[in-house]
């Protein structure tokens, strides 16, 4: 339960596309010894969004170097071809994006068949609407406050919005799935998404590229959200 003002203090998940591609290895575990709770692997096919990063040997090669949840964010063309490689390489959540699953509902119970969480995702200009017909089937709801394919963007402020309105859509289901909201997020605008019921946040460049290093970043996030 929450303490306090009735927050819950949400998750955290660093998102390692900030962090430098050549020591990996060190930004897990720099994000591990800082009090994690997540870490945030952003894949992108440079179709579904103009920019690359890398493939499933590399979740396989994080999940060898961290104890962490591997938080699997697909940002690619045609998930279902591609889901079961991602958990087989040790993902435990994988989330795909609605815009880019020809049936979204068929990709969630795959990602669950081959042993891990589903996610389900939707864009800044995309509706709530969209992935209403899949909350059920989701462990995870995640909410894109930038348009995603690039870490240090600024917020979109109307995912505040989304992040209410899934809010009460999960509460009315009785969910217990994880709402989770990534791009532009900074110690300054945590407490309004925790507020606004998310329960993982994710960050990229505030916490890689934060000139104090990775532990004072994540501390900067929980005395936000305390
Ligand atoms: C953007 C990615 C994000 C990115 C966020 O496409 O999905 O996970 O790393 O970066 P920041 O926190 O810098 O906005
Ligand atoms: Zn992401």
């Known amino acids: 339960m ?8 949400p998750k955290l998940a660093p998102s390692i596309l900030s962090a430098d591609f050549a020591r ?17 692997v952003d894949v992108m096919d440079g179709h579904f969004v103009p920019n690359l990063t890398f493939g499933p040997k590399m979740v396989a090669d994080l999940r060898r170097a961290t104890r962490l949840p591997l938080d699997v964010h697909l940002m690619i063309e045609q998930p279902d071809a591609w889901v079961t490689k991602y958990v087989e390489a040790g993902a435990t959540y994988v989330t795909a994006h609605v815009e880019a699953a020809a049936d979204p509902g068929a990709t969630l119970a795959a990602i669950r068949a081959a042993g891990a969480r589903a996610g389900i995702t939707l864009n ?21 406050s930038v348009h995603p ?12 919005d989304k992040v209410r309105a899934l809010r009460s859509l999960l509460d009315d289901r009785g969910s217990t799935a994880e709402l989770e909201v990534d791009g532009g ?10 507020a ?3 329960s993982v946040l994710v960050a990229g460049s505030a916490v890689y590229l934060d000139p104090d290093g ?3 970043a994540l501390a900067k996030f929980r005395r936000a959200v305390a």
């Open 2 to 9: 929450g303490q306090g003002k009735g927050l819950n203090a």
């Open 24 to 40: 990996l290895g060190d930004a897990v575990s720099a994000a591990e010894a800082g009090g994690a709770d997540w870490i945030h």
């Open 124 to 144: 800044p200009e995309t509706e709530v609407a969209r992935i209403v017909p899949y909350l059920e089937a989701a462990d995870l709801v995640l909410v894109m």
């Open 149 to 160: 394919g690039f870490g240090g963007q600024a917020f979109i402020a109307s995912a505040l």
């Open 185 to 194: 997020i900074k110690p300054e605008n945590a407490r309004a998404l925790a």
């Open 196 to 198: 606004a019921g998310a």
């Open 214 to 216: 990775v532990s004072a």
